[in-house]
Nanobody, 124 residues
Framework: QVQLVESGGGLVQAGGSLRLSCAASGRSFSTYAMGWFRQAPGKEREFVAAINWSGGSTDYADSVKGRFTISRDNAKNTVYLQMSSLEPEDTAVYYC?????????????????WGQGTQVTVSS
């Protein structure tokens, strides 16, 4: 069982930066691939970024590539999403997910555990 708690969301102006954190409980964190997804009002949840168990492999949605960076610290059971050059279109609730396999995935259904989400609002 893994419990995930996101933090770091807030209100920021366009062009600004935020760093989201996702703290995980459980001793198996280092074996899980992790991902960030987001859901804007009236839209389906969409993939943002993912990272494998070691941090050696990452994947990004085209819409955030070059602006967002996913990383993890297995010693702290935490995964991060550094967001820069934020745009109003990035406004959404951001969710952290964990999947009980080591390889990264963009597929929401492969994630076994989810956090409660953290709101990110980017003003123009």
């Amino acid at each position: 069982q893994v419990q995930l708690v996101e933090s770091g969301g807030g209100l920021v102006q366009a062009g600004g930066s935020l760093r989201l954190s996702c703290a995980a409980s459980g001793r198996s964190f280092s074996t899980y691939a992790m991902g960030w997804f987001r859901q804007a009002p009236g839209k389906e949840r969409e993939f943002v970024a993912a990272i494998n168990w070691s941090g050696g492999s990452t994947d990004y949605a085209d819409s955030v590539k070059g602006r967002f960076t996913i990383s993890r610290d297995n010693a702290k059971n935490t995964v991060y999403l550094q967001m820069s050059s934020l745009e109003p279109e990035d406004t959404a609730v951001y969710y952290c997910g964990a999947q009980s396999r080591s390889a990264i995935s963009r597929i929401e259904g492969r994630y076994n555990y989810w956090g409660q989400g953290t709101q990110v609002t980017v003003s123009s």
